[in-house]
């Protein structure tokens, strides 16, 4: 029998990569549970939308009555829960979205996963998980040594990272609790296709190509450990198959670089491919800008636990997986313009005082 998988969130960024690979590479049947908010990107999922193994249910996972139905009618075998929202500014800017989404839209799916779990008997009820898919974020800054591990402690610094690491709590809770059959997952910083623009590699790409300023935050000496989306994705379908209940798993690719590292390496693959109209070189568009509030200095995961006990590991190399990236973005104008046009137009965000909204 085909497993079936509820992917909450599968018209984002990192959801539509699960989607893609679920269908290529495996014999899944697939619900696709996404609210369509801005970030969403229905075209992601445009080669495999024909599928008969695909599914489309638009809905907000805070909707319990929409989140009870959508167990009742698919019957999943596992949750992959990627729907949340992501970006660091605008949870500074207005960090109660983040809370209705990330830990109470988490814990209205938590309630209706587990109510549905409760139901199931003999073998349906043992091969139920849900996978949690969250952050490295939720650990806070590192100082210049040191790696992330499953159990470094949680001290998250933006609301954003606060947000998530309440949703990883509830999520070990209703494990713990109530016996639900979770996994968490922690990521580090993912880029390749279809990545929305306000996120650092796609922004600076789009900027460039316009012949704007290239904002870098701070002196840019910021460290990301850089994970191309098609591993994580991989990586999201060995734990969700192959982990171990109750556990956590990080989810990184050993590569380490500055944020002015990574804005230096596209402006000389743009050079390449892209040249400017007055032959100058990309990268005298670089204008350090004032810090993000509360910028984390370093982050960098360690992977051996799933490496050794799941068999998984990067497969892209990052410089090459980098050119793959210019090169989408460049082939694919017309999906940037046209998510840029309509969403988000490359302003700055995240300086504006906090304020409650309703």
Known sequence: ?????????????????????????????????????????????????????????????????????????????????????????????GPTTFIKTNVVGTQTLLDAALDYWRELRGEAKTRFRFLQVSTDEVFGSLPPTGLFTETSPYAPNSPYAASKAAADHLVRAWHKTFGLPTMVTNCSNNYGPYQF?????PLMIIKALAEEPLPVYGRG???????????????????????????????????????????????????????????????????????????????????????????????????????????????NRTWWANTRERHYGGERLGLTASRATT
């Open 221 to 331: 000496d910021q460290i990301r450990d850089w994970l191309h989306v098609e591993d994580h994705a991989s990586g999201l379908c060995v734990v969700l198959k192959r982990g171990r209940v109750g556990e956590s798993y990080n989810i990184g690719a050993r590569c380490e670089r500055t944020n002015i590292e990574v804005v230096q390496r596209l402006c000389t693959i743009l050079d390449r491919l892209r040249p400017r109209p007055s032959v100058q070189p990309h990268r005298n568009l670089i204008n350090l800008v004032t810090d993000r509030p509360g910028h984390d200095q370093r982050y960098a995961m360690d992977p051996t636990k799933i490496e050794r006990e799941l068999g998984w590991s990067c497969r892209t190399d990052f410089d090459s997986g980098l050119e793959e990236t210019v090169r989408w973005y460049l082939d």
């Open 197 to 201: 623009p306000e996120k650092l590699i």
């Open 1 to 93: 029998m085909n497993a079936r998988i509820m992917v909450t969130g599968g018209a984002g960024f990192i959801g539509s990569a699960v989607i893609r690979h679920l269908i290529a590479e495996t014999d899944a049947l697939v619900l696709n549970v996404d609210k369509l908010t801005y970030a969403a990107s229905p075209e992601a999922l445009t080669s495999i939308a024909g599928n008969d193994r695909y599914q489309f249910l638009q809905a907000d996972i805070g909707d319990g009555r929409a989140m009870r139905d959508a167990f009742a009618r698919h019957q999943p075998d596992g949750v992959l829960h990627l729907a949340a929202e992501t970006h660091v500014d605008r949870s500074i800017d």
